[in-house]
């Protein structure tokens, strides 16, 4: 019995017919529809912010307004919005004792930092690691009890305590930034002729900046919350609305303050690592 062959030559060159349905199975998904997804999804986190950033100034310019939506919280008439002192007021100063605790422990962290990392200063790191570590061993309460018989009540005794508190993160961020600093850009600037302090300012700082930067916000967003405490040795600061909403069972005021302090810590959070992140891209196109 004889099978029939079929011998008809294929041509490599001429397309082979494909079913139209499977043809339009085939095709590659059009990246025109899916950009406006991607788009959103980057636009997002952004409009989340700016939202949170509106009703912040929104409820701290105009806290009446919102009067309505705390008003069940109360018992016995109790007013719904805190208004003994202003609350861009107790935000100013806030941001004062936070600010300038971070700022002030910052540099000290920063040299502390730089010292233990250089040959000379090496055999200070044990020294350092324990001092800095004392703020994090007591409670900012016990320091804020220490200093108040040092230097009376106000926002001194909260500057150290958060000065003490925020030490840590720094230190041990500059020290893991300095330490990864690639050793061929410190031989490069070596063979270039920089002297040590130029090879410090111009090549491992810039460099270890994204790293220490992160150990700041770190610093910032804990004495964000800390900084409440505050109120208790008559600092102006938000802890004075929580305080009263304790002393008076208003839960009201328990949720303005921190909704307030939380809202302003996520925001500043995010800017200072959205710096963070820009400043590491710098940073690692400097290094490549």
């Known amino acids: 019995m004889r099978i029939a062959v079929d011998r008809r030559r294929v041509d490599p060159l001429r397309p082979s017919r494909v079913p139209a349905g499977a043809a339009s199975d085939a095709r ?116 804020l009890a220490l200093a108040v018989p040092a230097v009376g009540f106000g926002a001194e005794p909260t500057l150290i305590a958060l000065f003490l508190y925020g030490l840590l993160p720094i230190f041990e961020n500059t020290l893991a930034g300095l330490r990864d600093v690639p050793a061929a850009a410190i031989e490069a600037a070596r063979g270039m002729g920089m002297t040590p302090r130029q090879r410090l300012l111009r090549v491992e700082l810039p ?35 929580i305080l009263a909403g304790l002393q008076s069972g208003n839960t009201a005021f328990i949720l303005e303050g921190a909704l307030v302090v939380a809202t302003i810590a996520v925001l500043v959070h995010d800017a200072l690592l959205i710096l963070e992140r820009r400043v590491g891209r710098r940073a690692a196109g400097a290094a490549a």
């Open 28 to 143: 590659p998904a059009d990246p025109a529809a899916a950009r406006p997804a991607g788009l959103l999804r980057r636009a997002l986190p952004a409009v989340l912010r700016l939202a949170a950033l509106a009703l912040l100034l929104a409820f701290l310019f105009m806290p009446e307004r919102f009067a309505p939506l705390f008003a069940p919280l109360t018992q016995n008439g109790a007013p719904a919005i805190y208004a003994r002192t202003s609350l861009v007021d107790l935000t100013l100063g806030h941001l004062g004792l936070v600010f300038g605790a971070t700022l002030a422990g910052g540099l000290v962290a920063l040299a502390l930092g730089i010292l233990v990392t250089r040959p000379r200063g090496a055999a200070f790191l044990p020294l350092s690691r324990t001092l800095v570590q004392i703020g994090q061993t007591f409670p900012p309460v016990a320091v």
């Open 207 to 241: 460099l270890a900046l994204p790293v220490i930067l992160a150990g700041l916000r770190l610093s910032v967003t804990i004495n964000m919350g800390t900084a409440t405490i505050g109120s208790t040795v008559a600092a102006t600061s938000l802890g004075e609305v």
